[in-house]
């Protein structure tokens, strides 16, 4: 069965800087394509990271810069390093499997609010 | 880069309805389109790849279509736990955007 777990969610203040992790069972993070999507309160999904397995990572403009993705294959986890947080920036935050292109794995969240 | 959007952006239906939701590319992308459905304070869950193709445990009643710019979602005889947010998802490169999302709610 796959599980991916996220954690390291919580308040932080704007320009702050806080790493999120996602324990992955079931499926190795080092030979699949490893993304981070993003939800704000009441709106659409963003996609905002991926990593390769041959370790590429791509961004969007939106987070280019501030956000990293990366991974350690030892531990099998998926990590989101975000800098320079903007209130915007605000959501939930998903470990997803990317297959293909496509979302199918998809853990459970982990929220992240940017407030003074 | 390419744009995604779904109209309409919430609709209202009936048990029993047959219902279609559009999704539209600003550019060609072939066949890459993804669906997904978000019932309300749950997560995402994949429902159509390839445009057309139904994933693993996906209801029967549900159906993608379309190829290029144009694709469409169809729910044949809405159920009650077909209550959700729908996004289309192009694929065609390393970004894989969403679309903006359908709401679908009963009347």
């Known amino acids: 069965e796959v599980q991916l777990v996220e954690s390291g969610g919580g308040l932080i203040q704007p320009g702050g800087s806080l790493r999120l992790s996602c324990a992955v069972s079931g499926l190795s993070v080092s030979s699949n394509y490893m993304t981070w999507v993003r939800q704000a309160p009441g709106k659409g999904l963003e996609w905002v990271s991926v990593?390769?397995?041959?370790?590429?990572?791509y961004y969007p403009d939106s987070v280019k810069g501030r956000f990293t993705i990366s991974r350690d294959n030892s531990k099998n986890n998926l990590y989101l390093q975000m800098n320079n947080v903007r209130v915007d920036d605000t959501a939930v935050y998903y470990c997803v499997r990317r297959l293909s292109g496509y979302y199918d794995y998809w853990g459970q969240g982990t929220l992240v609010v940017v407030s003074s | 880069d390419i744009q995604m959007t779904q109209s309409p952006s919430s609709l209202s239906a009936s048990v029993g309805d047959r219902v279609t939701i559009t999704c539209r590319a600003s550019?060609?992308?072939?066949?890459?389109l993804a669906w997904y459905q978000q019932k309300p304070g749950k997560v995402p869950k994949l429902l159509i790849y390839g445009a057309s193709t139904l994933h693993s445990g996906v209801p029967s009643r549900f159906s993608g279509r379309g190829s290029g710019t144009d694709f469409t979602l169809t729910i044949i005889s809405l159920q009650p736990e077909d209550v959700a947010t729908y996004y289309c998802q192009r694929y065609n490169d390393a970004l894989g955007a969403f679309g903006p999302g359908t709401k679908l709610d009963f009347k």
């Open positions: 550019h060609d992308i072939g066949n890459y």
């Open positions: 990593i390769y397995s041959i370790g590429n990572t």
